[in-house]
């Protein structure tokens, strides 16, 4: 009653079955991963094998990820929070893998990365900060689980197996599923009880360890943070003399979706949200170009120095004496006594983490820099 978690894409079903015959049923692809779709599909729905698009302006990334089989149809609907299985036409035996891991993640998943994501260390001050959310809806029928896969690796991987820890968070099972290992406690994380399956999965592809937890009472909701999890896996062994964990490992993404085995047709994800908390902060810095009798001319350079891209900015600077504006473009502003408000154009509000933007003026009175500049995100 093994199945197998891996997310090394399926390359051939028989070198698949072969590996399945040795485990006893299991089924694992070890097969090196092909993965040529395009990640900026702009299409609604996907159907190819693992096609993906972006969602919230590359915040996350959607994939149909159809990696237990070659020969099943299914396609799913993407929104701008999730997506859902609009088709699925596949059976697997539930003494196996399912056929896919539809799903939506922040981070790495075979090259494919979100946008501004930095795999996280374990022993790093941000990894306790590195939360997650979800919503999910599921059909009265079918075989399959609602999950977390996050996934953890000894370098700062962003391509290729993960060959740390693979952590699944099983929010809901139907029928006679079972995760990879064995059952080895029930422990209660974040006042939630789960069941805790541990295994080390050999794949011939870079092996790695297996720590499941599946909720002893189903939910069609999950809000935690990732070290909940992973501070139990390091406390654990997953084959003789193999901790499960290492804090010198790196977080590499977070990903969440659906495992069907058969049925999973109407299996919704309605709300997802991973990663370190978004901070939207600016710096302005101020610079003399230009000057002559009675004036000069002057630029000031607006940077994201957040962690999440800024839509606006505004700066505030104050003059030393009865310095004017007569003239301010990239920009839009007022002058109220010695403070000038300036606020971005149309075009430069929107910044990435780390980019910047600058904005020119022509001033009046003595060559001087502002005795005060402030940058807020307005």
Not at 215 to 232: E, H, M, Q, W
Not at 253 to 258: D, E, I, K, T
Not at 290 to 297: C, R, T
Request: glycine share 10%.
């Amino acid at each position: 009653m093994q199945s197998v978690r891996t997310r090394i894409l399926l390359a051939a079903a028989t070198a698949a079955a072969a590996v399945g015959a040795l485990l006893g049923g299991a089924t694992p692809a070890t097969a090196t991963a092909v993965d040529t779709d395009t990640v900026t599909a702009t299409a609604t729905t996907l159907c190819g094998q693992y096609d993906k698009q972006t969602i919230q302006n590359g915040r996350y990334i959607v994939q149909n990820n159809r990696w237990g089989t070659e020969n099943t149809n299914q396609c799913i609907e993407v929104t701008e929070s999730g997506f859902r299985i609009s088709q699925q036409d596949g059976v697997k035996p539930t003494t196996g893998a399912p056929i896919s891991y539809p799903s939506v993640f922040w981070g790495c998943h075979y090259d494919n990365c979100t946008n501004d994501f930095k795999p996280v260390r374990a022993s790093s001050s941000d990894f306790p900060k590195v939360g997650t959310k979800v919503s999910m809806t599921y059909p009265s029928t079918g075989t399959y689980n609602g999950s977390y896969d996050i996934w953890f690796d000894p370098t700062e991987r962003r391509g290729g197996q993960n060959t740390g820890l693979e952590i699944m968070v099983w929010l809901k099972k139907t029928g006679a599923v079972q995760p990879f290992g064995t059952k080895v406690a029930t422990k209660t994380i974040a006042g939630v009880s789960y069941d805790v399956w541990t295994g080390r999965q050999y794949t011939g592809n870079g092996d790695f360890n297996v720590v499941s937890y599946v909720r002893t009472t189903a939910s069609g909701t999950a809000d935690f943070l990732v070290k909940d999890f992973y501070n139990d896996a390091l406390l654990r062994k997953c084959a003789v003399n193999v901790p499960c964990a290492d804090t010198s490992w790196y977080l590499t993404s977070v990903q969440a979706g659906f495992e069907p085995w058969s049925g999973g047709t109407g299996l919704s994800l309605t709300n997802f949200t991973a990663g370190l908390p978004v901070v939207i902060t600016c710096a302005a810095a101020f610079k003399v170009v230009n000057s002559w009798p009675g004036g000069f001319q002057a630029e000031v350079t607006v940077s994201n120095t957040g962690t999440g891209s800024s839509t606006t900015w505004q700066n505030q600077l104050t003059w030393p004496g009865t310095q004017k504006i007569s003239d301010l473009w990239n920009a839009t502003g007022t002058q109220t006594g010695a403070t000038l408000t300036a606020n971005n154009a149309t075009w430069n509000g929107p910044l990435a983490v780390g980019a910047s933007t600058q904005y020119g003026m022509v001033v009046q009175g003595a060559t001087a820099s502002p005795k005060s500049l402030t940058c807020k995100n307005a």
